[in-house]
């Protein structure tokens, strides 16, 4: 193993395990505070977002009388299949982004209600600023978001835009004749 500097290699003669095990019961420490900072970041896109569609009720009720949230979070088990999860659950990567899903109720009719469509989120700090992402692949945002009240508002749009051009997309022609 080659080191670059000579100063690393004289530094790191004194170092003793007790102070290797304390340098990572920092590091620890402050990837636990910023996951919990972004979770609660998190919890805050979505009271934000929820609000912003107006909504006269947090749930709807299906058939058999099961209530499901207009607005969930969670994450894509697979490809193009959502899974809710709660908050606390999610954890960041190795980056230090947290990435989950936000699933909005598009039909809520009792027969046929259910069908959601998903927008990736990503969180994260950079140099003190922090930041979301929304979308994925081509259609993705980026936004540097305000701690203020109100600060998610351009990612709520985000959302919401994502939404609606997905179903422009899959809009069928309809031939005149």
């Known amino acids: ?14 170092l003793t395990f007790k102070d290797l095990k304390e340098k990572r019961t920092k590091l620890v420490e402050a990837q636990w505070k910023l996951q919990d900072k972004l979770q609660e970041k998190g919890s805050e896109l979505l009271r ?34 959502f899974f809710p999860v709660l908050i606390p659950q999610l ?4 980056r230090y982004h947290l990435n989950f899903v936000i699933a909005t109720t598009l039909d809520d009719s009792p027969l046929t209600g259910g069908y ?21 692949g081509d259609d993705v945002s980026r936004f540097s978001v305000s701690s203020q009240l109100g600060g998610f508002y351009q990612v709520c749009n985000a959302i919401k835009a994502l939404i609606s051009s997905s179903m422009d997309r899959a809009m069928p022609d309809i031939p005149a004749n």
Do not use: H
């Open 48 to 81: 934000e977002y929820s609000g912003s569609l107006d909504l006269t009720s947090r749930e709807w009720t299906g058939s058999d009388g099961t209530r499901w949230p207009y607005v969930d979070i969670g994450i894509w088990e697979e490809e193009g299949k």
């Open 91 to 94: 954890n960041m990567d190795s």
């Open 116 to 136: 959601r469509q998903g927008v990736s989120i990503s969180l994260w700090y950079e140099n003190s600023s922090f930041y979301a992402e929304v979308g994925s």
């Open 1 to 14: 193993m080659q080191i670059p500097f000579k100063s690393c290699l004289e530094s790191g003669m004194e």
